[in-house]
């Protein structure tokens, strides 16, 4: 198949049968003890062979959507008005045997996390065919041929026996891949696909991506392509559509949509990406560490690695997942003791374990997590969360530590009446704003920020920087800034650092490590971000055809 | 949330569960000015019928349930019955889980040796049986309430230990536990303030089993000579003292077995409610 | 297949370190007892003299730490010892005895196993309806009676009352195995109604548990039925879990049936062990003692090594593409 | 004089004063003629597994019966506490009584075909007394100078001292015949009516009917078999549904349930056995005769046999000879509950807020801890505080009985009198171990020697008559009740008049009973 086919395929379908229509979807979810509407009277059609692209950001309801054009309801969600005609049956009034029937042999899903959705106790291949044998009407020996001939058209590697493999023994941009000629395997007439490339890193997103464009193609196979990330859903829609809150917000042909967004919100969704620091000059030596190495049990991890924080400035630590920048966190902070090399903060070597710092060592390197769920103990308000570090490291009590507490609750822009609420009743953001002002109670030298937005919505992410680097210039901070999104390097990083497989193969200032020539990973991890431009796939592909799997994988 | 409004949409189960639970509270309060007679007095023949049960054209029974096989009121003696086995099950159940969790948050928090010392001496204890292990303690020790306590909550608090040990250190993992320990936190704090809290919705489970096993586990000590002593009321002894009887076709050891099974039931009914109600599991699909 | 047998060699090193460990226990527990061999045997006519007599004669007098390691010692060749208070083998008094213990133990896990899980699976795939709630709260109740109630009311309806089934297990010599059978029948049902509750609850637990993963959500958007669904995907990953409960319960089948054994005059292990210490006949306490620990400590093992087996991921690492 | 003590004089001697103890229904019973055949199925509650058939140890009722199953004693001891001629034919004693002269029964044999003769009673004697010997009956005989025989038919006892009561003494537990040379005593080999067929300790024995028994119209079974059931209810089920014939310990609470059918009966049985608190007369308090007095009259017997034993016993009168004892006197007047009486020896003591402590488990009988609790709530009405102390229930018998000044106890019944006084009232008892109040009162000594060497039964009755008294008046222990024997019996096993010795006819009710 040649770019210029593509390129074609890429103009909307016009006046195709109509295969699924969504008229006035209403549906609820329950939470806090109440049943609350999450979905508002939503219209939405897809014709044969369309790919349309539903995106928004968490909680806009385009899982659920999604997931109701297999008149399907998430436990704790359930639909209550309008239709969901497939082919003119509606999918919500037939009796659930029937419904039944069709999914996975007309409508086919493909979930977000492969790992997670593949049965780990059965083989791949039990699982691919497994509608085709039961329902579909074909001996195993066909349908195993068959997915044999589907891994090839994905471009996995060895399609005879990968289907043999259990789901842990194969990686997870191939086991999206999978995936995609499971919900395939029965040639539907419509695949519903949500977020299927947002776990995965961005060398391997490209791939991916690749892999289902092609395939949708060659099937004429209608899809919903859920996604977060306008860059991303560009590559493939036909037409997409923005939801917020469970409302349309805006729907056009893709090229439309990306050269004159109409909507304010639209617009918003991608300004994160228009963030820059200018970087600042060097200032004085904060934390140098120097010639790390470090293991989990035999395995290296970490190979004579050697960073340095300056006073008041950003080091954006980049790299994929497995590339050694969440471990250097960990031996920084003490919670990994590397198995040699030095670590010197403010002008005195660091004891290599957490429990052998001082008190005042401890105080001065703080660190903000991925996941603010994760790290905000559900059972603690808001209240004692940043109270602690205030009576832990300043003996503060009684009126002094509630002062402090709104005084801190105000630089990160909440007011008090947040105080005495769990972190079940605050949202993404203002989890991650509370986790931040913790960090600033105890009055930091340096915040070590492990991939602090990369678990927010897009609009958050940019007011999480915007804080910090509001926070920066107020407070003279420094931060080890750890993350695998280019563009949140261009926001907010001084000094870069990119790593592979635990060792750093480049650093320097942001305009050195952005700007050609780059050493080969560097450029692909680069050239993997995608651009909000729908031909940005195709140049991709084209320029570098024969690199990708040499170095990627 | 007001604890009435989430009782009015507690499922009937939890609601009948409560209410049984409500009676033995009262029981165990009030049992001296509602059981009609005295724990130990005698009313009448051995195993004499009560009202319920009692054949037809029969004299009418003075008791309710009928007496005992020393003559004694068994609904009497099943109310003072109530606060004897409930307290000591209450205890017990304290106890045993104050050990299991302690060691459990320990062995989670401290890892390394302390976890592997701590994981075999369970391993040791659970590998004895649990009955051999309770005989020859109190042989050693002789079978008093206190002891007795203390032998089932040390049994016990190996499968607390277990249970807490798994679940702190899946919380452990969780990054708040890192940030505390990047703070500098002691053992005990976070043990305290950063685990304990998180782990109470699974233990609840759990103590509503092990409270109703301390029942059993009396009972089966009496059995082989070693439970609570007469003339000590309690249902577990009650149900060893008469279950002779249920050969001959008197019911009556049914009526502290069922005291037994109906708590049981009831306080599972209470556990599986809260639990659901904290966790926000919901099972509508 | 070398990670099943590197974690099997694993497990029986630290399964023999416990035993190790329990044999310290048992032996130097059994000294704390009040009293010993020579005052249990002589009762409540024992002089001081003779006491003493009676100790030395059994060996009794020689420091605790001595004893232990001859006795070990012999354990290692094989050797249970003599019981003090008889001179008979110790091993000739076991075997009989835990012979009838395996085969109570074995009767009453293959009515308890497969009618625990089979009904576990049962309430997953009705969760929340009638069958789910009336099996869960009958099980609940049943084994909220003690064994010893639950055993009399079988002999009271079943023997008594009906004149079905032997009221006690006597087993003696020359029955058939039909006749074992019919004898075993209660001692074995009330067993399997003590565990069953266990076994069903768990394995109910485990599967409800798997239920919430994301790949029983994408088995539902496949339409696979809802028994397909149980069965097929989600028992396989809650088998580590039901193994697990069904291996300790039939440890607790083989340790825990003193009670049971009294009942139905069921001449066990349990029996033995129970009667020795009261009589402080300590090598056989001691040899019962290290049976049961053993037999704990060996299905665990089985259950360990199952475990494994049952998952792809322990039994077949990750291996780079 | 000399006293020929065969059967009939015998009779004469102990069985006048046998009182119609057996309480169920000798005379129908024993109107029939015994049939043979049939299996005797006995559900025994007293075994452990760790007996075996070696007379010199332990004393379980399992045993017991299987002894007597195989084996003979010299003496028998029949209903009523009269002494049949077993193994010896006929026994004199000298003037002086202090040289016994057994008779053998001729043409007895043993299982494996051996003659029974004298050699076999003197080695099965000195089992018993050789160094090192673990057997209770090892004091019995310590009064034994010598043995010899005097042909293959005539043993002859040498006694350190007068004993009148000798004879009774080769009746005892342990003191059965087995082949000279014997040291495989699991073989079971005897002269008894039945021959061993398996025998697995705590779980049952088997034996079949030894076809030349030596005995007539004795050993009617064809096989008999004993299983071990610790449970009561087990016991009571087995009978119920006729998988046992018999059991014995029957549990009191039950006895009414197991009577409403026809199909079975309950043999109650008076005996010997009693229960008491001794106190250490050389302890304080007690060694003040009041506070004893005091003690004793502060409890009420009735309500602990109603209440602690469910009426199947019988309360006793602070010493140890029942009813069922030959030279129990009627003339002591019973002691009863008086609390004001008790306060008043109290005043006398100068102790009117007296305080004990009480220590109890319930290793020396069922229920002593009951007992004890009751005794309490007695004793407070005549102002003394009992401290119930619960000791454990293994080890009571080496580390509180007969070590703490107040506790409790149980005596089985001795075959004679003079076993049980100079055993537990007498100086020689506090050497031996078994004094258990360390009564040391040269009256008592005096009095107990004297019954020794008299033949004369009246004259003896005289003197026991006044052991009997010393002891209830100044003696140290609280003998507060005596119990029954309960068996149950299925209605097709016949039988005569029971003993009163143990439970199940004596232990000997293989032997003795037949199907009707």
Redesign the interface.
């Known amino acids: 198949m040649t770019i210029e086919q593509r390129v074609i395929s890429m103009h909307p379908a016009v006046n195709r049968e109509v295969i699924l229509d969504i008229r006035g979807l209403e549906m609820e979810g329950f939470s806090g003890g109440s049943w609350h509407k999450i979905v508002h009277g939503l219209d939405l059609t897809l014709q044969r062979g369309e790919v349309l692209g539903l995106i928004g950001e968490s909680g806009a309801g385009k899982s659920t959507v999604g997931?109701a054009a297999?008149g399907?309801a998430?436990s704790g969600c359930r639909v209550t008005g309008g239709t969901v005609l497939f082919k003119g049956q509606d999918l919500l009034r037939m009796p659930a045997a029937e419904r039944?029937?069709?999914?996975?042999?007309k409508i086919?899903?493909v979930?977000q996390?492969a790992a997670?959705?593949?049965?780990?106790?059965?083989r791949l291949m039990d699982q691919v065919i497994?509608?085709a044998v039961?329902?579909g009407g074909r001996s195993r020996d066909e349908a195993v041929r068959d997915a044999q001939d589907l891994f090839h058209r994905l471009a996995l590697?060895?399609p005879e026996t990968?289907g043999f493999r259990?789901p842990?023994?194969?990686?997870g941009g191939?086991l999206q891949r999978v995936m995609t000629a499971?919900a395939m395997a029965c040639r539907p007439d419509i695949i519903i696909f949500d977020e299927p490339t947002t776990a995965l890193d961005v060398t391997t997103q490209v791939e991916v991506l690749a892999a289902i464009r092609r395939i949708v193609e060659e099937f004429q196979t209608a899809a919903i392509y859920i996604t977060h990330d306008l860059a991303v859903v560009a590559q493939l829609a036909h037409r997409i559509m923005v939801l917020r809150h469970g409302r349309l917000i805006e729907e056009a042909p893709t090229r439309v949509m990306l050269a004159h967004p109409q909507h304010e919100y639209t617009r918003s969704l991608w300004a994160v990406r228009k963030l820059a620091k200018d970087p600042e000059p060097r200032g004085d030596e904060l934390l140098k560490v120097r010639g790390l190495l470090a293991h989990y049990g035999t395995v290296p991890v970490l190979e004579d690695v050697t960073v340095e924080v300056e006073r008041g400035r950003t080091v954006a630590v980049v790299g994929e997942s497995g590339s050694g920048k969440s471990t250097l966190a960990r031996v920084i902070t003490g919670l990994l003791k590397p198995a040699s090399g030095e670590i010197t903060f403010f002008g005195e070597q660091l004891p290599r374990a957490v429990k052998d710092r001082s008190k005042e060592q401890l105080r001065r390197l703080q660190m903000i997590h991925q996941s603010p769920d994760a790290s905000l103990n559900p059972r603690h308000t808001v209240r004692e969360v940043i109270g602690r570090p205030l009576e832990f490291y300043f003996g503060l009590s009684g009126q002094r530590r509630e002062q402090r507490i709104v005084q801190l609750l105000d630089m990160i822009e909440l007011s008090s009446k947040y105080l005495d609420r769990l972190p079940s009743a605050l949202s993404g953001g203002q989890k991650q704003r509370v986790c931040i002002a913790r960090a600033l109670a105890a009055n930091p030298e340096l915040i070590i920020c492990d991939e602090v937005t990369s678990a927010l919505d897009q609009l958050v992410q940019e007011e999480i920087l915007k804080l910090l680097l509001r926070l920066q210039g107020e407070l003279s901070l420094s931060y080890l800034f750890i993350t695998h999104d280019i563009a949140t390097v261009k926001a907010i990083a001084d000094r870069v650092v990119v790593m592979h497989k635990g060792r750093v193969v480049q650093q320097g200032t942001k305009a050195e490590v952005l700007t050609p020539p780059h050493p080969a990973y560097t450029k692909l991890l680069l050239s993997s971000v995608p651009d909000v431009d729908p031909d940005w796939l195709n140049r991709l592909l084209a320029a570098r055809q024969p690199a990708v799997s040499s170095v990627a994988s | 949330m007001n604890i009435l409004g989430k009782l009015n949409r507690a499922p009937l189960?939890a609601k009948i569960g409560i209410g049984i639970l409500a009676i033995n509270v009262i029981c165990v309060l009030f049992a001296p000015w509602i059981a009609p007679y005295a724990e130990g007095q005698v009313v009448g023949d051995p195993w004499a019928p009560g009202l319920v049960g009692a054949p037809e054209g029969d004299l009418a029974p003075t008791t309710l349930l009928g007496t005992d096989h020393l003559g004694r009121d068994v609904l009497s003696r099943l109310i003072f019955g109530a606060r004897n086995s409930i307290l000591i099950a209450l205890l017990t159940t304290t106890i045993s889980f104050s050990i299991g969790i302690t060691c459990g948050l320990l062995a989670a928090t401290m890892r390394g040796t302390v976890d592997q010392v701590l994981s075999?001496i369970v391993?040791?204890m659970?590998?004895?049986?649990?009955?051999?292990f309770a005989?020859?303690v109190l042989?050693?020790l002789g079978s008093s309430i206190p002891v007795l306590i203390g032998v089932i909550a040390l049994l016990d608090a190996t499968r607390v230990f277990r249970i807490t040990r798994a679940v702190a250190m899946d919380l452990e993992a969780q990054d708040f536990v890192e940030v505390a320990r990047l703070r500098g936190e002691s053992i005990g704090w976070i043990m305290r303030r950063e685990l304990l809290p998180n782990a109470v919705s699974p233990l609840a489970a759990e103590f509503g089993l092990r409270f109703?096993f301390v029942?059993?586990f009396i009972?089966?000590l009496s059995?082989?000579g070693l439970g609570i002593q007469p003339p000590t009321a309690d249902w577990?002894s009650m149900?060893?003292e008469n279950?002779?009887a249920?050969?001959f076709?008197i019911l009556m050891?049914l009526f502290p077995?069922s005291a037994?099974?109906?708590?049981?039931?009831a306080v599972?009914m209470i556990v599986d409610w809260a639990v659901a109600s904290t966790s926000g599991?919901r099972?509508d699909? | 297949m070398h990670v099943v047998l590197s974690i099997s060699a694993k497990r029986l090193a630290?399964g023999l370190?416990?035993?190790l460990?329990?044999s310290l226990?048992v032996f130097f527990?059994?000294e704390?007892?009040?009293?010993d061999l020579a005052?249990a045997?002589?009762?409540?006519?024992?002089?001081?003299e003779?006491?003493a007599?009676?100790r030395h004669?059994l060996g009794l007098d020689r420091p605790a730490a001595v004893r232990y390691m001859a006795w070990v010692l012999d354990l290692l060749h094989g050797d249970l010892g003599r019981?003090l208070?008889?001179?008979?083998s110790v091993a000739e008094?076991v075997a009989?005895r835990l012979g009838n213990t395996v085969v109570l133990a074995l009767a009453a896990a293959a009515i308890a196993m497969p009618l625990g899980v089979g009904l576990g699976i049962l309430s997953t795939v009705y969760?929340?309806r009638a069958f789910d709630?009336v099996a869960s709260?009958a099980s609940?109740?049943g084994?909220?009676?003690?064994?010893?109630?639950t055993a009399?009311?079988l002999?009271?309806i079943f023997?008594?009352?009906l004149?079905w089934l032997?009221?006690?297990a006597?087993v003696?010599?020359g029955e058939s195995w039909l006749q074992r059978l019919v004898v075993l029948t209660l001692p074995a049902l009330t067993l399997a109604l003590a565990v069953v509750a266990y076994v069903l609850r768990m394995t109910r637990a485990a599967i409800v548990g798997v239920m919430?993963?994301?790949?029983i959500?994408?088995?539902?958007?496949?339409?696979?039925?809802p028994v397909s669904i149980v069965i097929?995907?989600a028992l396989?990953?809650a088998?580590s879990p039901i193994i697990n409960v069904v291996i300790l319960n039939l440890a607790y089948l083989v340790?825990?049936v003193?009670?049971v054994e009294?009942?139905?005059?069921y001449?066990g292990l349990?029996?033995?062990?129970?009667?020795?210490?009261?009589?402080?006949?300590i090598p056989?306490v001691q040899a019962c003692?290290i049976i049961?620990?053993a037999t704990?400590?060996l299905l665990n093992l089985l259950a360990d090594v199952l475990s494994v087996l049952?998952?792809?991921?322990l039994k077949?690492p990750?291996?780079q593409? | 004089m000399q006293d020929h003590c065969g059967i009939n004089r015998r009779g004469l001697l102990l069985g006048a004063s046998a009182l119609g103890l057996a309480s169920s229904l000798p005379l129908r019973a024993s109107a029939q003629t015994p049939r043979k055949g049939g299996t005797l199925r006995i559900?025994m509650a007293d075994f452990?597994?760790?007996?075996?058939l070696d007379p010199t140890?332990?004393?379980s009722q399992f045993q017991q019966n299987l002894h007597w199953q195989l084996r003979n004693n010299l003496i028998e001891v029949g209903p009523g506490g009269v002494l049949i001629p077993e193994l010896a034919e006929s026994w004199e004693g000298s003037k002086d009584a202090k040289t016994w002269t057994f008779r053998l029964r001729k043409g007895v044999t043993f299982h494996n075909g051996k003659p029974f003769t004298a050699d076999d009673v003197i080695y099965s004697f000195n089992l018993h007394l050789k160094e090192?010997s673990?057997s209770?009956a090892r004091?019995l005989l310590a009064q034994v100078e010598s043995m010899k025989a005097d042909g293959p038919e005539v043993v002859v006892f040498e006694l350190k001292d007068a004993n009148v009561g000798f004879p009774a003494i080769t009746s005892a537990v342990g003191l059965y015949i087995v082949p000279n040379g014997e040291t495989d005593f699991d073989k079971g080999i005897g002269t008894g009516g039945y021959i061993l067929e398996?025998f697995?300790?705590?779980?049952?024995s088997?034996v079949r009917r030894n076809p030349n028994y030596w005995k007539a119209g004795r050993a009617h079974f064809d096989t008999v078999e004993m299983?071990?059931?610790?449970?009561a209810?087990?016991r009571a089920?087995?009978l119920?549904?006729g998988?046992i014939d018999a059991y014995n310990s029957v549990d009191a609470k039950t006895v009414s349930l197991l009577q409403r059918g026809n199909a079975i009966r309950i043999n109650r049985v008076k005996s010997k056995a009693h229960f008491a608190f001794p106190m250490m007369v050389n302890q304080a308090p007690f060694t003040s005769n009041d506070v004893r007095l005091a003690m004793k009259l502060a409890i009420d017997r009735e309500d602990i046999v109603k209440r602690v034993l469910s009426g199947f016993g019988s309360v006793g009168n602070d010493h140890p000879l029942s009813p069922a004892y030959q030279m129990y006197s009627a003339d002591i007047p019973q002691r009863a509950y008086d609390p004001d009486k008790a306060k008043f020896h109290l005043k006398k003591a100068g102790a009117s807020d007296l305080r004990v402590q009480l220590h109890v488990s319930d290793t020396p009988f069922t229920g002593a801890t009951d007992a004890a609790v009751l005794y309490k709530a007695h004793a407070a009405k005549a102002g003394i505080t009992i401290d119930v102390v619960k000791e454990?229930e293994?080890?009571y018998?080496?580390?509180v009985?007969s070590k703490k000044p107040f506790c409790a106890t149980r005596w089985s019944g001795r075959v004679n009198e003079d076993v049980i006084f100079s055993l537990v009232y007498s100086a020689d008892g506090i050497k031996?171990?078994?004094n258990e109040t360390r009564l040391n009162d040269d009256r008592v000594n005096r009095l107990v020697a004297d019954a020794r060497r008299e033949f004369d039964t009246e004259k003896r009755r005289a003197l026991y008559g006044e052991l009997q008294r010393i002891v209830h008046d100044d003696g140290g222990s609280n003998i507060f009740a005596f119990s029954d024997f309960i068996d149950a019996v299925s209605n097709k096993v016949t039988h005569g008049e029971l003993s009163g010795e143990y439970m199940l006819d004596g232990s000997r009710a293989a032997e003795r009973w037949w199907f009707a």
Request: glycine fraction near 8%; include cysteine; charge should be positive.
């Open positions: 997931l297999m399907y998430r039944r029937r069709l999914r996975g042999l086919a899903y979930a996390s997670a959705s593949f049965n780990p106790a059965r497994e509608v039961t329902r590697p060895n990968i259990y842990h023994e194969v990686s191939q499971m | 189960s075999r391993d040791v659970m590998g004895f049986p649990t009955l051999i005989l020859m042989a050693i109703c029942f059993l009972a089966t059995f082989v577990g149900v060893r279950a002779a249920i050969s076709g050891p077995a037994i099974a109906l708590l049981t039931v599972n599991v099972n699909n | 630290l370190a416990t035993l460990a329990i226990i527990s059994v704390l007892l009040p009293g005052e045997v002589l009762g409540q006519g024992a002089t001081p003779a006491v007599a009676l004669e019981s208070a008889t001179g008979r008094l009989d969760r929340g709630r709260t609940l109740a084994i909220s009676f003690p064994e010893f109630f009399y009311m002999v009271a023997s008594v009352k004149g032997p009221a006690v006597l003696g010599t919430a993963a994301p790949y959500e994408m088995a539902q958007l496949k339409g696979i039925s097929r995907h396989p990953n088998l340790v825990g003193v009670v009294v009942v139905f005059v001449p349990g029996q033995l062990l129970v009667d020795s210490v009261s009589k402080r006949d056989v003692c049961f620990a704990y400590v049952s998952n792809p991921r077949r990750r291996q593409v | 559900g452990s597994t760790s007996e075996t140890l332990m004393d090192g673990k209770q004091p398996h697995q300790p705590g779980v049952r088997v299983i071990c059931m610790k449970d209810t087990a089920n087995a119920l549904t998988q454990p293994d080890g018998w080496s580390s009985w031996a171990g078994w």
